[in-house]
Nanobody, 124 residues
Framework: VQLQASGGGLVQAGGSLRLSCAASGRTFGRYNMGWFRQAPGQEREFVAAISRRGGTTNYADAVKGRFTISRDNAKNTVYLRMNSLKPEDTASYYC??????????????????WGQGTLVTVSS
């Protein structure tokens, strides 16, 4: 599956953005999806994950209550709604796909497919 992330941009602290990740092919519904982010000089870190049908989600503590992951399998798209953005949320955001949904959803190395990053910059 090929993934294409979009929706990044420059926003002031306290603002909102919605990222999208569009998948190619007809097998999108078979994949569990994750969002990760990577700031300059830092390791890629888990942000959120959602199961194949959207019934299960998980979030990093740093974004819990502010970010919401969702998906529309009819549109082959997964979303990340980001509210109350903070300067520390500044990073390139990546979507990723994997077949299993388990305790490794937080681990970037467990994912099989990646999209290119979309840059989110939050100004103070």
């Amino acid at each position: 599956v090929q993934l294409q992330a979009s929706g990044g941009g420059l926003v002031q602290a306290g603002g909102s953005l919605r990222l999208s990740c569009a998948a190619s092919g007809r097998t999108f519904g078979r994949y569990n999806m994750g969002w990760f982010r990577q700031a300059p000089g830092q390791e890629r870190e888990f942000v959120a994950a959602i199961s194949r049908r959207g019934g299960t989600t998980n979030y990093a503590d740093a974004v819990k209550g502010r970010f919401t992951i969702s998906r529309d399998n009819a549109k082959n798209t997964v979303y990340l709604r980001m509210n109350s953005l903070k300067p520390e949320d500044t990073a390139s955001y990546y979507c990723a796909a994997r077949s299993q949904y388990d305790s490794s959803m937080w681990y970037a190395g467990a994912y099989d497919y990646w999209g290119q990053g979309t840059l989110v910059t939050v100004s103070s």
